[in-house]
């Protein structure tokens, strides 16, 4: 399943978190997002965001993914909505804690969306923007650290959707039918022999939205 991140950069370096767990949980793009209660543009180099593509690459060497991220550049939350990532899937989600959660379908996507607000989360004027266009998650009660929702969220997502694709996949083959190329689990490769593929060390760039 395709998974994108749009994570609203969060302070105190804590997107390094992030980037390592979004690799590890089997992301296939990640997207700073500058919102209105994130770190503001200028606060990138403090953040070390030079240092995300390292953190991303750690990551995956620690898992043994067999591929890596795209990482966006940082970009408004108005232009993400714009862009052909956000427009191009199938579900739209954003974790939300002050509503209630909209019904999910069963059925699991191609591609999807998760959206994780900064401290504080998303403004209302950021909510009305979201509001018709992706739907509030809500993941329990509590109120949880956004670097805590970013994980808990895409667990979420992998529980509900992505095993069972799985599943349903491992069905097929064990029943002799062709398995759909986009569901065949991907194959484990040595790290290096990953960092070695031209497309693999590409994928090590943060790159603007318009080249995923």
Known sequence: MDITLA???????RMHFVMQKATELGVLRIV???TD???????LAQEQAHAWA?????????CRRASLPGLLAPMTLDSFLESKVFTTADRYLFLDDRGESAPL????????VLLVGPEGGFSDAERAKLTGKARPWVLGGRILRAETAVVVGLTAVQLKWAISLLASSQNDHAGGRQIDSHHRPPLILPYRQCLR????RRQLRIRPVAAI
């Open 7 to 13: 994570c609203a950069v969060l302070a105190r370096q």
């Open 32 to 34: 700073p997002l500058l």
């Open 37 to 43: 209660h994130s770190v503001p543009v200028d606060g």
């Open 54 to 62: 390292g953190h991303i690459a750690r990551a995956a060497k620690q």
């Open 105 to 112: 379908e069963a059925a699991a996507p191609k591609r999807i």
């Open 197 to 200: 593929r031209p497309s693999a």
